[in-house]
């Protein structure tokens, strides 16, 4: 391809790498990440050579859809599969290989930790929500009596959840309230990055609001990084900063939100951005090219 | 000309823990051959419900009240083989989650000449044949190896296609589709929606669409039902919901979804979270979230009016807000503040 589109990621260098952190050290930086599943014949890569960095207290999005590969990228980065190739710094230090003994692995679990989309089977349902968000915070903080549950109320509060709430048992809340659980529970262990995994996709669209603006806030107010999966360009272009785009496995385009929704280089981000059905819209006119 | 199926003051009760409770109330609409109805709304809103009672598909102890008319016949009293009939050639149903609605034990060949060979008696031979030719029809061109495949070797999008040939088997006057593309990518929900919207005109089916989308709703349906708690909220034409809502729910809802041209500060969030019928207290049932509720809103249920040619809404205050629906909601707070 002989584009010359600094944002296509064929044509990237490092300096034109729009995702890159503004001056500073970048909380999270991956280089290159690879993961195949499988050998020989039947060896299918999943991750493709992906590059990118998140800034300190920034936001980056992951839009791509079903096997794109985005889901694979989340789970290398909090260590639930390890790379085939490739590095991923968080916080300035080495975290490629995922973490075996317990002290890493609880160290790994202060730097990052993840939200997954669905939030019926993310909960354990005999487990009452207080407990669950306290269990987290005595395993990292070793609090206990009422300190604990005071941080687990202050966690609570940072999340919109009663105490009434934090009583109760997950099948006694509603998907949006459970999702404020599973956000605290993640927070609970203070982690520096926050990713999350189509978060709010199962959600109604009111209580999808909501917690978009109640990230927003807790983005604001204690500086945690946002990598933010999803699917849906509406959701990404309120909540990240940068983002990247991708498909089968690999990167095509990356830079500014703005500049990557506004003005799409690549013809799939051309494609998915004119798939999302809007006013005078007819379905299927953007014949998939499929490669 | 009378209408190909029209609902009457439809009302719904299941029994919950012993208790008949209301998950349907006062549901009318008509829909004629060859047009698109959109249901939309959000959890507990009864959209899946109205669908289920349409196919009769409702669970065992449900009570209804009320009137459905397929073709001048009354749903409601269809029993044994004339209810079979109605199920099996005049309405197809397709679902959200086609992994779910498979065998995952059967091959697709199976599952698609399985109604051919057993209510229209055709050879299996034959079956397959029509089968590779419905395939055809939903963009599928290797027909012959995909009848042979299980549906776990299909891709959501596929199997959704398979799910829509199986559907279009009977040629049905009427599609019930209880949101067929929202487990599928965008790209794909594109492709499926084009499949659709082209094998409707040329069959001439109906389709009641039901999604929590406004967004596809408008783009692909001609009018659009809004539904909250069980009650419709809103009737107009699709092209007029986004600029001239009717209710002050549908404008809510349109102004929590975050836009992909811009991005702004906060999104406008309804409060509170969607409540089946049941749950609701007296009065308007979004009262408790509404930014335009008064004190007479809650105190009885308003009725579901005309406002305008084609027009209908569930809002007492309907006319008077009429326009002012979608202005952003500092001005409202200002006046609840004066």
């Given amino acids: 391809m002989s584009s010359t ?16 952190a503004p001056g500073g050290v970048p909380i999270l930086a991956v280089d290159g990440l690879r993961k195949t599943f499988g050998r020989g014949r039947k060896e299918a890569v999943a991750v493709d050579g992906v590059s990118f960095e998140l800034a300190a207290g920034g936001s980056l999005g992951i839009v791509g859809e079903s096997g794109s590969g985005k889901t694979t990228t989340a789970r290398m980065l909090i260590g639930l599969e390890q790379p085939t190739a490739g590095r991923i710094v968080l916080d300035g230090a080495d975290h490629t290989r ?80 459970r999702q404020r659980v599973a956000i605290a529970r993640a927070l609970a262990a203070e982690p520096k990055i926050l990713i999350l995994d189509e978060a709010v996709s199962a959600l109604d669209v009111s209580i999808q ?72 819209w007819r379905p299927g006119a953007d014949a998939l090219v499929t490669s | 000309m009378s209408a190909l199926l029209e609902v009457d003051g439809l009302s719904v009760e299941l029994p919950v823990a012993g208790e008949y409770r209301t998950v349907l109330q006062d549901v009318s609409f008509s829909l004629d051959a060859g047009q698109t109805l959109g249901l939309v709304g959000e959890s507990g809103s009864g959209k899946s419900m109205t669908v289920r009672s349409i196919a009769q598909l409702l669970p065992p102890g449900a009570r209804t009240s009320g009137s459905i008319t397929f073709d001048g016949a009354s749903v409601l009293d269809l029993r044994g083989d004339a209810l079979r009939k109605f199920r099996s050639r005049d309405v197809s149903m397709i679902f959200q989650d086609p992994r779910a609605h498979t065998n995952p034990v059967r091959r697709i060949g199976d599952f698609l000449t399985e109604a051919m060979r057993v209510n229209g008696r055709v050879p299996r031979r034959e079956a397959e044949r029509r089968a590779v030719e419905l395939l055809a029809e939903v963009g599928i061109h290797d027909g012959e190896r995909r009848l042979r495949q299980y549906p776990h070797e299909l891709s959501g999008g596929l199997l959704q296609r398979v799910m829509i040939a199986a559907s279009l088997a009977v040629k049905p006057r009427l599609i019930l589709a209880d949101e067929p593309t929202t487990a599928l990518d965008v790209t794909t929900q594109s492709e499926v929606m084009a499949i659709l919207a082209r094998l409707q005109r040329e069959y001439g089916m109906a389709m009641l669409f039901i999604t929590h989308d406004l967004e596809l709703a408008a783009a692909v349906c001609d009018e659009t039902v809004v539904m909250y708690a069980g009650a419709m909220v809103e009737h107009q034409a699709s092209s007029r919901l986004h600029t ?87 001005v409202s707070h200002e006046e609840v503040v004066r």
């Fill in chain 1, 209 to 280: 609001a909501q917690i978009l603006n109640l990230l927003a806030d807790i983005r604001e107010q204690r500086g945690v990084s946002y990598v933010f999966i999803s699917h849906d360009l509406a959701v990404i272009r309120q909540i990240t900063d940068t983002a990247i785009v991708m498909r089968h496995g690999r990167v095509v385009e990356q830079g500014q939100t703005a500049d990557v929704l506004d003005s799409p280089q690549d013809p799939y981000t051309r494609l998915l951005r004119d798939s999302v059905p809007h006013a005078g």
């Fill in chain 1, 5 to 20: 589109a600094g944002r296509r990621a064929d044509a990237r260098t490092d300096s034109e790498r729009t995702t890159a």
């Fill in chain 1, 98 to 177: 995922p973490a075996r003994r317990i002290r890493d692995l609880r160290a790994r679990g202060r730097l990052i930790q993840i939200v997954f989309q669905d939030p019926y089977t993310s909960l354990d349902r005999r487990q009452k929500i207080g407990d669950c968000l306290g269990e987290v915070v005595r395993l990292h903080f070793g609090l206990s009596g009422s300190a604990l549950d005071a941080r687990v109320r202050e966690l609570g509060e940072l999340v919109g959840l009663h105490d009434r709430q934090l009583r109760a048992l997950p099948r006694e809340l509603s998907g949006g309230q």
């Fill in chain 2, 244 to 330: 001239d809502p009717l209710h002050p729910y549908s404008a809510a809802l349109m102004q929590a979804r975050p836009e992909i041209e811009r991005r702004v500060p906060r999104l406008p969030a309804i409060p509170g979270h969607p409540t089946s019928a049941f749950e609701t207290p007296d009065g308007c049932a979004f009262a408790p979230r509404c930014r335009f509720a008064e004190d007479a809103c809650r105190a009885a249920l308003p009725a579901f009016e005309r406002v305008g040619d084609g027009e209908y809404s569930r809002c007492r205050r309907a006319e008077e807000l009429r326009g002012q629906l979608l202005v952003p909601a500092v």
